[in-house]
């Protein structure tokens, strides 16, 4: 903890009347995108297996947090004890299987009762209530499934889901046949929020799954660029049949 409350002071410091110009200009709605940034940072130094990276990574999301409790305790609004406080009280109040009943659950079980023990607190609470709107579609659509699921609204089987892709492609089929944007646009979420689905019964991510095919695209694309540079040329300026000969050469060379 000594380490944390010297982040706050000098977080503090560079904020006050003696600190750093850009931190002083900033507010909640500048940081945002850096927000953002970092948490995709510390996803990316998880995915590497780094230790030493992730440490450095959650240290500049962690910077982020105090920066926006910081801004909030000029105010008098809160501050980062705070933030913390609020955070260890939910944790405890969520958990009654470790701090009061000390009864034994699976994985499953207590998500189920953290669900219950927000209902319990607001008769009002939904199940969808938290899901942030500015989540990527995909993994936005895999929490939503994953929490109504957990009510037993769901699919019995992945089966079934294929079934519900196979009629979700004809309905798209026909839309595209009207040439209709509106309709094209509700038809194809409609197929991909029904492809998440799938990715979810069969226990994979559809975000992880399509950032895995970008990255492999990626790779593959560059293949052909450094290729064609080894003969002076540009993608720009190569046939549609020499590029597609050589993506097939890309993926037997690039996995």
Not at 20 to 30: E, G, L, V, Y
Not at 101 to 124: A, C, F, G, M, S
Request: charged letters at 35%.
């Amino acid at each position: 903890m000594e380490n944390y409350r010297r982040l706050v002071d000098i977080m503090a410091r560079l904020r006050g009347p003696d600190g750093c110009p850009w931190d002083k200009a900033q507010n909640h709605q500048t940081l945002k995108p850096y927000l953002v940034e970092e948490t995709y940072e510390v996803m990316e130094a998880i995915d590497f297996g780094k230790p030493d990276k992730l440490a450095e990574e959650l240290g500049d999301l962690l910077l982020q947090i105090v920066f926006h409790a910081q801004m909030a305790s000029e105010k008098g609004e809160f501050t980062a004890d705070d933030v913390c406080g609020k955070i260890a009280d939910k944790l405890v109040k969520r958990h009654p299987h470790i701090f009061a009943d000390q009864v034994k659950l699976t994985p499953d079980e207590v998500l189920h009762r953290w669900e219950e023990i927000k209902r319990d607190n607001n008769l009002k609470y939904s199940v969808l209530e938290g899901i942030p709107r500015a989540m990527p579609a995909l993994l936005k659509a895999y929490r939503i499934q994953e929490k109504v699921g957990r009510l037993g609204f769901d699919w019995k089987n992945a089966g079934d889901v294929v079934a519900k892709i196979k009629e979700e492609i004809a309905e798209f089929e026909q839309a595209l046949a009207g040439n209709d944007k509106l309709k094209l646009t509700d038809e194809l979420g409609d197929l991909l929020f029904t492809l998440v689905n799938l990715s979810r019964h069969l226990g994979l991510r559809a975000e992880e799954a399509l950032d895995q095919t970008n990255q492999k695209f990626i790779r593959r694309f560059q293949y052909i660029e450094r290729k064609l540079a080894e003969q002076g040329k540009a993608p720009a300026q190569t046939s549609l049949e020499e590029l597609d000969a050589l993506w097939n050469e890309a993926k037997t060379a690039i996995e």
